[in-house]
T-cell receptor, first 110, second 115 residues
Framework: GNSVTQMEGPVTLSEEAFLTINCTYT??????LFWYVQYPGEGLQLLLK?????DKGSNKGFEATYRKETTSFHLEKGSVQVSDSAVYFC?????????FGPGTRLSVLP | NAGVTQTPKFRVLKTGQSMTLLCAQD?????MYWYRQDPGMGLRLIHY???????AKGEVPDGYNVSRLKKQNFLLGLESAAPSQTSVYFC??????????????FGQGTRLTVV
């Protein structure tokens, strides 16, 4: 079945540093891929998504490119802010559900 | 818009006690889900519903029951709580099945501790 492997944190960066959170997947066919974010004390919310190979999802300065040749969907941001401190989840559909990665906790220090 | 609302936000139970978690959504979504979130394990699906009056088991259904008597509400019950059910519980909803680019909307979570 579909599965997600995601780098586990925690990741601690200084403000304005470059961020990469790795995500690779195993799936039948070419499913859509998602990044969800969970800010402290809140539920998950959609950050970005890509629905086909070579698509680039982007939102709030974050980007991720759907690369079928490496089965990856790495999350990147050029300059992180303190407000980006959160837990980030890679996810893909499986049946009528999502399969989520374990989450990567990001802490950004001023 | 309220979106997805969970009640309560926090609860402490003694082993063997029962409780019900309530999830309400105001987006007229057909699909609703209950997940549990444990450290290092991401979110795991407990039960889900594809419409009013329907329920189905997810990945980790044991020890839980659910009901979907009204389209906007999805209840999660613990009949006899165990310490292993200490977790953060999230409810989510979507207009359709989570395929292609369908987005899921999440509540803020319920932190449950069983002592």
């Amino acid at each position: 079945g579909n599965s997600v492997t995601q780098m586990e944190g925690p990741v601690t960066l200084s403000e304005e540093a470059f961020l990469t959170i790795n995500c690779t997947y195993t799936a039948t066919g070419y499913p859509s891929l998602f990044w969800y974010v969970q800010y402290p004390g809140e539920g998950l919310q959609l950050l970005l998504k890509a629905t086909k190979a070579d698509d680039k999802g982007s939102n709030k300065g974050f980007e991720a490119t759907y690369r079928k040749e490496t089965t990856s969907f790495h999350l990147e941001k050029g300059s992180v802010q303190v407000s980006d401190s959160a837990v980030y989840f890679c996810a893909l559909p499986y049946g009528q559900n999502f399969v989520f990665g374990p989450g990567t906790r990001l802490s950004v220090l001023p | 818009n309220a979106g997805v609302t969970q009640t309560p936000k926090f609860r402490v139970l003694k082993t063997g006690q029962s409780m019900t978690l309530l999830c309400a959504q105001d987006m007229n979504h057909e699909y609703m889900y209950w997940y549990r979130q444990d450290p290092g394990m991401g979110l795991r699906l407990i039960h889900y519903s594809v419409g009013e009056g329907t329920t189905a088991k997810g990945e980790v259904p044991d020890g839980y029951n659910v009901s979907r008597l009204k389209k906007q509400n999805f209840l999660l019950g613990l009949e006899s709580a165990a310490p292993s059910q200490t977790s953060v519980y999230f409810c989510a909803s979507s207009w359709g099945p989570l395929v292609r680019d369908t987005e899921a909307f999440f509540g803020q979570g319920t932190r449950l501790t069983v002592v």
